[in-house]
């Protein structure tokens, strides 16, 4: 401290530089003091329920003291332990996720609250001073972390309410979708903290948050057979479904945005994206016949289903008409992506025979076969295969 006052006033300037590094010795032990008596006093003279919101608040207050003080004498070492309030909200989480509790309950949502308002405006400060350290990880850390809070409170005030995992899952997706849309607007309007950090937020908030969207589609697809009560099911028109738009179109965007950036290959980009899309559809149609047909939502009870069967084998047949036509209509004309289609009518037409003939009889059967069948002369009017001359000069680009 005395060659900090020493500094401050400009003598021996050369005699603290040189022992500066020297000084953060007593810094680092002083820091262990003060975190110890403060974890110690917390822990004697308080409830255990209270325990996080009061951690919050002892680790926000201190690290605002430390950037006045730190202000004031010119220590920059100081101001820099702005890192420890990162890391002692991280280290609260992980307790609050280990005791399955509501993260915002009683006054931890203050002390959260205030916790990042302090990260936010000290961290403000001393990247204008250029004093911060760690900055750009520290930003993504605090988001990705406000963005995981959130996502936990809604999913525990859904089931706290009795409510369905369909409205969990909604409540997850919405904040998965808010946050690809907040990174990527942020970094295209240039918006602190997301523009000055912007590669930072590609690399560790956009590609996680694109990989839990294909998790959490997956997942939540699977898990919840559309039922959200009190309100009827409807398919698109629920929770569920408009929380996958919401998803599926902020993943889209947050694609475009790293392709010819961060080396996103836009082909693999759009298989996946298709891919998961098609598994979308697949599941909004089990869950409706599961919803008005009354068929069991089990995978063995659905593959057994003769109006699941016939459903999926014409959703099947118009999704490669959509395909094969808008192959053959793009241009210049994708004969790879007209194929892909075909591919997927071979497999409608094997799965007719190979299933749906077994169903004898049934009205299913005749609806799936005259369905199909009509498809197929469609596709065939409207989206006969492109030229291989234009396909080869396509491929020589």
């Not at 002692?88 to 915002?104: I, K, R, W």
């Not at 930072?200 to 898990?223: D, E, G, K």
């Not at 929380?243 to 694609?255: E, K």
Request: net charge positive; glycine share 6%; hydrophobic share 60%.
């Amino acid at each position: 401290l005395r060659f900090r006052l020493r500094e401050f006033s400009g003598e021996t300037k050369d005699a603290s530089k040189n022992s500066a590094p020297l000084s953060l010795v007593p810094l680092a032990w002083a820091l262990v003091w003060w975190v110890a008596g403060l974890y110690g006093a917390i822990g004697m003279h308080t409830r255990s329920v209270h325990h996080p919101a009061l951690y919050l608040t002892a680790a926000a207050l201190s690290i605002l003291l430390f950037e006045v003080v730190g202000r004031v004498l010119a220590w920059s070492a100081l101001r820099r332990t702005q890192v420890l309030l990162t890391l002692a909200m991280l280290v609260v989480a992980l307790q609050l996720a280990d005791t399955h509790v509501n993260p915002f309950a009683g006054a931890q949502f203050f002390a959260w609250l205030l916790a990042f308002i302090v990260s936010a405006v000290v961290l403000v400060i001393q990247e204008r001073d250029n004093k911060a350290w760690g900055s750009a990880w520290q930003h993504v850390v605090l988001f990705n972390l406000a963005l995981a809070l959130i996502a936990w409170e809604l999913c525990w005030r859904a089931e706290h309410a009795a409510l369905s995992l369909a409205w969990q899952y909604a409540g997850v997706g919405a904040t998965i979708a808010t946050g690809l849309a907040m990174t990527t607007i942020g970094i295209r309007k240039n918006v602190w903290p997301f523009g000055e950090h912007a590669i930072a937020f590609r690399a560790w908030s956009v590609i996680p948050l694109l990989a839990a969207a294909l998790l959490w589609t997956m997942v939540a697809n699977v898990s919840s057979n559309g039922t959200v009560p009190p309100l009827p099911y409807l398919p698109i028109l629920n929770p569920l479904d408009l929380a996958q738009l919401a998803v599926f179109a902020a993943a889209v965007c947050a694609t475009k945005n790293l392709i010819g950036i961060v080396g996103a290959n836009k082909n693999t980009a759009l298989l996946i994206s298709a891919g998961a899309g098609f598994f979308w559809v697949n599941v909004v149609l089990l869950c409706t016949v599961h919803q008005w047909v009354d068929v069991l939502f089990e995978l063995s009870t659905l593959l057994h289903s003769v109006v699941a069967q016939a459903a999926l084998s014409l959703l099947w047949t118009t999704t490669a008409l959509v395909i094969m036509t808008y192959g053959r209509k793009k241009i210049p004309p994708s004969r790879a992506m007209w194929m892909a289609g075909a591919a997927l009518l071979g497999v409608v037409v094997v799965k007719l025979f190979a299933n749906d003939l077994g169903n004898t009889g049934t009205v299913a059967r005749i609806v799936s076969f005259i369905g199909v069948g009509v498809l197929l002369l469609v596709i065939g009017y409207v989206a006969p295969m492109p030229p291989k001359s234009v396909a080869q000069a396509q491929e020589s680009k």
